[in-house]
């Protein structure tokens, strides 16, 4: 790049910050483009490659495939092509708008300018978002060029360089780790098959083979989380784009360590339960009436949270706003990426759902693609609206602040549930001993004998029949609804009501 071209790039990025600075933004819509820079570069694995010529990068550009399939009109918003077999053969749909040609005319025709700010950011992501953010944030919002998006998808997980070249020990190692099997492979050939079957390229079997063998390696590489389903949306739009199995697997790798994503998918999924905690905070903050609706409805929101979250909704999003979203995510951040399409997703429809007064007609709605019809298939006022965002709530420091209040809320709940417990391993050992006595409740003495070993214990005096009796039956009222299912204690009120019989609270006063 010279240096003309080079003045010109600066000077658009000045124009952008005036621009932003006159909205009164001051710097603080790219925040989130800067931080994940941060993590980019603690992050990076310095993979090394030749670097490509802005020539080649424009020829990239012009190129033709499946991965136009995520194209749609930017006027009439309708799909180019049919599926992604279309899209690799130019096979345009039937009956298409006047505007449709005129978009495809034009959108391969990229000016000087973007193609050198492609070619820099591709070069040196690094440099490209440090020296531009806010044009780095435009040119992100406006798509990138889709025979681009191998290539920047491969830097930015640093699972490839800009040739698409990946780290030859990746490749010792993904072929060490495929010649086992992890004990989830049934799952995962049962997942991969119903995976996007919409889209040919995985209904091929040599890609099915390359899907199931990314996904059992990570199995096995990561053998302590294991497979876990929702995996297979990730690796899919991946896969999809790069082709190449090393190249996504490695992609998969590096994506879980620079978003700390492990958490959200062990078996604790404590990671999870912390997303949860912060979007509904979140949600207080930016649509209070929709948070007052679903309290009032006692909505339990992990219900669809998790399965957007687990699955980077890609149990219900349109393909091409898949794609888009994945963009987004791999330049500001994942985490910050799907809480911010939750909130997008909710705002949208609120109007619609505080109309509703029935639970699970709201869980039917969000957990179906009907949530994703008030964008009309317009992708760009889909991701607009998650761009456009005040992400002051979305901040590390923001988030940062919310895991600190859950853990100390964690802190309290551990601590009562220990207390409460210790309470129940007492009362259990307790009657652990009574009930190996033998039962007779053949007089008003013997049932006092059975009350005063089941309700003392050497460092406490016995207590009136009342008060023993009101206590044991608000602690098993107390273990039902904490759902502590124990034979134990179905024989303590099997015990305990015989021992009543033919005694009331007045005689034994």
């Known amino acids: 790049m010279d240096e003309n071209t080079l003045t ?180 995962i050939f049962k997942d991969v098959s119903r995976t996007f079957p919409e889209l040919s390229m995985f209904n091929e079997y040599d890609m099915k083979v390359k899907f199931e063998r990314i996904l059992n390696a990570y199995s096995i590489f990561d053998s302590d989380m294991g497979y876990c389903q929702g995996l297979q949306f990730i690796v899919a739009p991946m896969l999809f784009h790069f082709k190449h199995e090393l190249k996504t697997f490695n992609a998969l790798v590096r994506l879980f360590e620079m978003n700390r994503l492990r958490t959200i998918y062990d078996n604790e999924m404590s990671g999870l339960n912390l997303w949860f905690y912060q979007f509904s905070h979140i949600l207080e903050s930016e649509l209070p009436e929709l948070g007052q609706h679903f309290k009032k409805l006692d909505i339990d929101m992990n219900i669809f949270l998790s399965q957007w979250f687990l699955s980077f909704y890609s149990i219900t999003i349109p393909f091409n706003f898949l794609v888009r979203m994945f963009d987004v995510a791999l330049f500001e951040g994942v985490k910050e990426t799907l809480l911010r399409v939750g909130i997008v997703i909710l705002s949208q429809n609120a109007k619609l759902l505080c109309t509703i007064d029935e639970p699970e007609l709201i869980y039917q709605h969000l957990l179906s693609e009907n949530c994703w019809g008030v964008f009309q298939n317009d992708v760009d006022c889909f991701i607009n609206s998650v761009t456009q965002l005040n992400v002051s709530n979305f901040t590390s420091e923001h988030l940062s602040s919310l895991e600190q209040q859950h853990k100390n809320t964690e802190k309290t709940h551990t601590s009562n549930k220990s207390v409460f417990n210790k309470f129940i391993a007492t009362f259990k050992s307790t009657a652990e001993s009574v009930l190996s006595a033998p039962t007779s409740t053949s007089s008003a003495a013997s049932s006092e004998v059975h009350r005063e070993s089941l309700f003392s214990n050497a460092n406490s005096s016995t207590f009136s029949f009342n008060e023993d009796y009101e206590l044991v039956e608000n602690l098993y009222k107390l273990c039902l609804e904490k759902g502590i299912n124990d034979p134990l204690l179905e024989k303590v009120k099997d015990r305990l009501y015989p021992l009543t019989q033919g005694i009331t609270p007045a005689s034994s006063a």
Not at 18 to 44: F, K, P, R
Not at 155 to 179: F, R
């Open 8 to 187: 010109q790039l600066l000077e658009l990025e000045t124009k952008f910050a005036e621009a932003q600075s006159m909205l009164g933004d001051g710097g603080v819509q790219t925040q989130l483009l800067m931080a994940h820079l941060e993590i980019l570069s603690a992050n990076s694995t310095g993979t090394s490659g030749s670097e490509l010529t802005l020539e080649q990068v424009a020829d990239l550009i012009t190129e033709s495939g499946s991965f136009n399939l995520a194209l749609t009109c930017s006027t009439c918003h309708q799909s180019l092509f049919e599926d992604d077999e279309c899209a690799a053969l130019g096979k345009l749909k039937d009956n298409l708008e006047p505007c449709c040609g005129k978009m495809l005319s034009t959108y391969k025709d990229c000016s000087e300018l973007e193609i050198a700010f492609w070619w820099f950011c591709l070069s040196s992501p690094s440099n490209c978002i440090l020296t531009m953010p806010n044009y780095t944030r435009f040119m992100l919002t406006n798509g990138v060029p889709p025979a681009l998006r191998d290539r920047l998808w491969g830097v930015l997980t640093q699972s490839a360089n800009a040739n698409g070249e990946v780290d030859e020990y990746m490749q010792t190692l993904y072929g060490s780790l495929n010649k086992d099997l992890c004990p989830d492979i049934g799952i």
